[in-house]
Structure formats: C-alpha cells, structure tokens
C-alpha cells in the first residue's frame, strides 16, 4: 500500500512502538492530546479540493491519477504546493524527508524538473518503502528510499525517532511528516538533534503544525535555536511549522 490507496484515519502501528517504555508523562500527554484533536483529525480527512490537486499535477507534469488519495495521516495540497514551490524556487540541492508517501512523489518530480538535487527518504515501514519505490518508477522517477527502524529519541525528547545514521551536512530542505503522533505527540521534535546540518537559508517543513502537540514543538524549536525563524502556516487542513535558518 502507498498513498495513492485510500487509509484509515489513523496511521499505522508499527513493532517498533513495543520498544518506548512510556512513564506516566508520555501517557498524559498521549492522552490529553488525544482528546483533544479528535476535530482536528476529522478536518484532515479531507486532503484539499480536487482543483488544487489538478493544478499541482499540471504544473508538475504528473497525470491526474497519479495522487487519488490524500489526507487523514498523508500530505494534502496544501503541503505538497509548499513542497513543490520551494524545490521549484530554491533549487535545493539535498533535500531530507522523514515519513516518506506523496511528499516523496513531489520532491521528486520537482526535483527532476530542476535537473539536479538528491532527495533521501526514511520510513519505517519496509513494504511502504518498496511499494513506494515501484509507484515513483512508474513515473519515470528514482529516489534514495530507506527503510530504517525507530529507536528512542535523541536529545531528551521523548518517544521514537528514525535511526537514520550518518547524514550530509548542507541540508537545504527539511520535510518532517513522521514518526506518528500515536507513539508520543511531541515525538517530531527529535528532527532538532539535525538542526546543525541545516545549511543557511535552508528551511525545515513541519507537517500537521496545527496540531496541539506540534504546536509545542514549534515553541520548543523557538527557543531552542534562535537563529532560525519559525512560523506556523495555518493554511490547508493541517498546517505547516516552517523555519528558516538565518545564521
């Protein structure tokens, strides 16, 4: 499965989630955030409108069929317009993605349409991965896609992070849209212990940003490195936490 099938609303669980040993914290703020953003996730069922979808697809060159499912736990236009105006605009030449679907089929092609960059993928789930490699092919599109499992967050943040191993400095773009809010609502906070490897000017993309729990990871950041900007972009069904680094 990949994310052109239609999904449930809630993402899936993985094994590695066995692994997070949650103390009494992790499960208070699972559930409080929980209760909360139940009208949240039911909004972003809805992925965007079909016109948004068909203007994305045009202005990349991609067939109308190739994105037939958006929302609940994947992209939605919005995103993926924010995506593909970066790339487009910017001209990354490396660009990190953590929670691989859509987002991937995107960079790629606006990648592709710039005639350089390098695009890495990580998701934790291997089929997804595979799956996701043979649906990008029948675009005529190829990416580094890595299925890697989650270990516990680095840097005293709480829950899993992608155990991704070394990586490139000089990161121009940065798309965040995993591990899942269900392993621990705060958990995304972990792509800061990569914050060094952001080139100047180089802008990270934080997927659901409207979300309470993301909506502490923003401050968080905030305060963490001032010499990045951050701002929550409440557009679409899930907004996005953008930052960029100045210095």
């Given at each position: 499965m990949?994310?052109?099938?239609?999904?449930?609303l809630?993402?899936?669980?993985?094994?590695?989630?066995?692994?997070?040993?949650?103390?009494?914290?992790?499960?208070?703020?699972?559930?409080?955030?929980?209760?909360?953003?139940?009208?949240?996730?039911?909004?972003?069922?809805?992925?965007?409108?079909?016109?948004?979808?068909?203007?994305?697809?045009?202005?990349?060159?991609?067939?109308?069929?190739?994105?037939?499912?958006?929302?609940?736990?994947?992209?939605?236009?919005?995103?993926?317009?924010?995506?593909?105006?970066?790339?487009?605009?910017a001209?990354?030449?490396?660009?990190?993605?953590?929670?691989?679907?859509?987002?991937?089929?995107?960079?790629?092609?606006?990648?592709?349409?710039?005639?350089?960059?390098?695009?890495?993928?990580?998701?934790?789930?291997?089929?997804?991965?595979?799956?996701?490699?043979?649906?990008?092919?029948?675009?005529?599109?190829?990416?580094?896609?890595?299925?890697?499992?989650?270990?516990?967050?680095?840097?005293?943040?709480?829950?899993?992070?992608?155990?991704?191993g070394?990586?490139?400095?000089?990161?121009?773009?940065?798309?965040?849209?995993?591990?899942?809010?269900?392993?621990?609502?705060?958990?995304?906070?972990?792509?800061?212990?990569?914050?060094?490897?952001?080139?100047?000017?180089?802008?990270?993309?934080?997927?659901?940003?409207?979300?309470?729990?993301?909506?502490?990871?923003?401050?968080?950041?905030?305060?963490?490195?001032?010499?990045?900007?951050?701002?929550?972009?409440?557009?679409?069904?899930?907004?996005t936490?953008?930052?960029?680094?100045?210095?």
């Amino acid at each position: 499965m990949t994310s052109r099938e239609s999904t449930q609303l809630l993402p899936r669980a993985h094994a590695d989630e066995a692994h997070f040993e949650r103390e009494w914290q992790d499960w208070a703020a699972l559930l409080g955030i929980g209760a909360v953003q139940w009208p949240w996730l039911l909004r972003s069922l809805r992925g965007g409108s079909k016109a948004e979808k068909k203007r994305l697809l045009d202005r990349l060159g991609l067939p109308l069929d190739a994105l037939p499912n958006l929302g609940s736990w994947k992209a939605d236009t919005s995103l993926l317009h924010k995506i593909a105006d970066r790339i487009l605009d910017a001209k990354p030449q490396l660009v990190v993605e953590f929670g691989a679907g859509a987002s991937t089929l995107i960079a790629a092609r606006a990648l592709q349409i710039n005639g350089s960059g390098r695009l890495i993928s990580f998701d934790q789930h291997e089929d997804f991965v595979i799956a996701t490699r043979r649906w990008l092919g029948e675009h005529g599109l190829s990416t580094d896609m890595r299925s890697v499992s989650l270990v516990p967050s680095p840097d005293r943040w709480r829950g899993l992070w992608y155990d991704h191993g070394p990586l490139p400095d000089n990161i121009d773009l940065m798309l965040i849209d995993g591990p899942c809010w269900t392993i621990h609502p705060f958990g995304r906070g972990a792509a800061a212990s990569l914050f060094d490897k952001i080139s100047v000017g180089g802008m990270v993309m934080l997927d659901d940003g409207a979300r309470p729990g993301e909506r502490i990871v923003r401050r968080r950041w905030a305060k963490m490195f001032p010499n990045f900007d951050f701002e929550l972009v409440s557009d679409g069904t899930k907004g996005t936490v953008i930052g960029v680094r100045r210095a």
